[in-house]
């Protein structure tokens, strides 16, 4: 099974400010990587997938980076909605698995 | 609109049984891989399985194998998930998903996710 592994736990930020938020897979898994956002008592939603392709009406701030094993979910400029908890998912292979996540607050 | 609903859900004694449902539509349901994932109260995410398109491939997380059933009509639009021997570490919300994309069993992840269904276990 492959591992994600998120990091920060929590990040601490200002509203205008930038955060950028990091995750680990213990394999390779080339591009197959997927970022979500979870607003509490809602539904995740699909930011990313393919470690940096935005999914559809998904705000130019949120931007994805990386492959192989390290990646990264950026935050240009958040916003008073931007305040969530963030996962991050391995779709290379089975069972696909999430990360811990990241709850990113004021 | 896609659209995903969820039902089922409820408060079950250990060991137990449940039969979880999500009603699909807005999209041509048989195309798509279609997913459950969990989420225990306070807790993160976790994929428990998922169903290609015309059901024939089936997978499982290793915690519910062999006690879950996926499965699919894509007469009605709808996904299963048949729970039994249930434990109280089953116990969360339980999220219907669908695969991003058409084209591939793996790789783009679940986009949109229904609004779950709660599985409570207690005697």
Known sequence: EIVMTQSPATLSVSPGERATLSCRASQ????NLAWYQQKPGQAPRLLIYGASTRATGIPARFSGSGSGTEFTLTISSLQSEDFAVYYCQQCDNWPQTFGQGTKVEI | EVQL?????????PGGSLRLSCAASGFTFSDYVMNWVRQAPGKGLEWVSSISGSGGGIFYADSVRGR??????????????QVNSLRADDAALYYCAKARSSTRLLGDGFDPWGQGTLVTVSS
């Open chain 1, 28 to 31: 390779s898994i080339s591009s």
């Open chain 2, 5 to 13: 609903l969820e039902s089922g859900g409820g408060l079950v004694q």
């Open chain 2, 68 to 81: 879950f059933t996926i499965s699919r009509d894509n007469s009605k639009n709808t996904l299963y998930l």
